[in-house]
């Protein structure tokens, strides 16, 4: 629990607790810190929109952290930067059977080969583009980012083209009016795409993770890079 500065009692925020158990382990020299969930530890994907789901039973730091990146809710990306730093293992138990070992996280050298699936609702998309149809070049993509971070948009997914500029990210309450109309203002022409769903798929099997977002709507975006595989689904 937390205290504001009134003196009344308040919660710590989303996922505060854990990344205050990581500062008092980093700071203790703890030989270990132990979140306790709803579930049997971290698995590859929500249960809660996923069948048959597996349960990691080791996770490196840089796995948890981009898994956390890309949205998966069971360890906050915060959680593990202190503990990385210090080489505590972090352990995600279950508090429903605890005589289950969970998962481990530590500062291991084998990455995952298990794909994990996480999906994001609510999505925007915009398409950019100048009014003149010029290239889209480094000083435009500087502005659309001077204006991301003005209105304090995370981008989750970006493509780029000689003429246009595509990104999603999450939808928050008159968040997406303000930047469309700031971005016209600075003379670029606009679209925009709502209720979309975003399929992240960590360390993919590239045609599984396509069969999967192919069943669950038409794809309109489509991303791959080293380690990762998105999917934007209409």
């Known amino acids: 629990m937390g205290r504001g500065e009134k003196g009344e009692t308040t919660t710590l925020g989303r996922e505060g607790s854990d990344y205050s158990a990581a500062i008092f382990g980093k700071g203790l020299h703890a030989e270990s810190v132990t979140?306790?969930?709803d579930v049997p530890g971290v698995l590859n994907a929500d249960p809660k929109r996923f069948e048959n789901t597996e349960l990691l039973p080791e996770l490196t730091y840089n796995d948890a952290i981009e898994l956390a990146y890309y949205g998966a809710s069971v360890i906050h990306p915060k959680?593990?930067?202190?503990?990385?730093?210090?080489?505590?293992?972090?352990?995600?138990?279950?508090?429903?059977?605890?005589?289950?070992?969970g998962t481990r996280v530590f500062e291991g050298q084998h990455r995952i080969q298990t794909s994990c699936f996480i999906?994001?609702?609510?999505?925007?998309l915009l398409e950019i583009s100048s009014s003149d149809f010029t290239f889209i070049a480094e000083d435009?993509?500087?502005?659309?980012?001077?204006?991301?971070?003005?209105?304090?948009?995370?981008?989750?997914?970006?493509?780029?083209?000689?003429?246009?500029?595509?990104?999603?990210?999450?939808?928050?309450?008159h968040q997406h009016e303000p930047l469309i109309?700031?971005?016209?203002?600075?003379?670029?022409?606009?679209?925009?795409?709502?209720?979309?769903?975003?399929l992240s798929v960590y360390q993919p099997v590239i045609t599984e993770a396509r069969k999967?977002?192919?069943?669950?709507?038409?794809?309109?975006?489509?991303q791959q890079v080293e380690t990762a595989a998105h999917y934007l689904i209409d």
């Open 35 to 37: 979140i306790w969930k």
């Open 79 to 101: 959680t593990i930067q202190p503990l990385k730093a210090a080489k505590i293992p972090l352990f995600v138990r279950s508090f429903i059977d605890k005589d289950k070992t």
């Open 119 to 124: 999906l994001k609702e609510n999505q925007w």
């Open 140 to 173: 435009h993509l500087r502005d659309l980012f001077d204006l991301f971070t003005k209105h304090k948009v995370r981008v989750n997914i970006m493509q780029n083209s000689a003429i246009r500029f595509r990104c999603a990210f999450d939808h928050k309450e």
């Open 181 to 198: 109309a700031d971005l016209i203002a600075d003379g670029f022409v606009v679209n925009a795409q709502n209720n979309l769903k975003l």
């Open 212 to 222: 999967r977002a192919h069943e669950m709507g038409k794809v309109v975006l489509e």
